[in-house]
């Protein structure tokens, strides 16, 4: 059977996981890059429609086109990592109630140190 103090331990490690997501999800800092890709869309739209064919001469002139695409890939980047991040610590989280309920479950199993 698991000790009431092993099972303690292993909810600070989930609760640890769930905080980190607080963390990483901090809706103020979301709606500000939400806000940012949303300019940077508007501004990508109105250089792409001013860009006029008969002048463009050089790659050059389309460097601020670029830049702004670029942009956007950048803020794309920001919000897939982040939610990489916060996946990781959902996923483990899950992993770790999963673990501790299979333990709960099965009584005449010994204590498995690995969590």
């Known amino acids: 059977m698991i000790p009431p103090e092993r099972i303690a331990d292993i909810?600070?490690?989930?609760?640890?996981?769930i905080r980190m997501l607080d963390v990483i999800t901090d809706l103020s800092i979301a709606q500000d890059d939400l806000r940012h890709l949303e300019e940077g869309i508007k501004?990508?739209?109105r250089e792409v429609v001013s860009i006029?064919?008969?002048?463009v001469e050089e790659a050059w002139?389309?460097?601020?086109?670029?830049?702004?695409?670029h942009f956007l890939?950048?803020?794309?980047?920001i919000f897939r990592n982040?939610?990489?991040?916060?996946?990781?610590q959902v996923n483990e989280a899950l992993e770790k109630t999963r673990d501790l309920i299979n333990?709960?479950?099965t009584p005449d199993t010994l204590e498995d140190d690995s969590l």
Do not use: Y
Not at 11 to 17: G, V, Y
Not at 61 to 69: M, S
Not at 82 to 88: D, H, K, P, S, V
């Open 11 to 17: 909810l600070k490690d989930i609760e640890a996981n």
């Open 43 to 45: 501004a990508a739209s």
């Open 82 to 88: 982040n939610l990489e991040r916060a996946e990781t």
């Open 73 to 77: 890939t950048v803020t794309l980047r």
């Open 103 to 105: 333990k709960v479950e």
């Open 61 to 69: 002139d389309l460097q601020p086109l670029h830049d702004r695409v």
């Open 52 to 55: 006029d064919p008969e002048r």
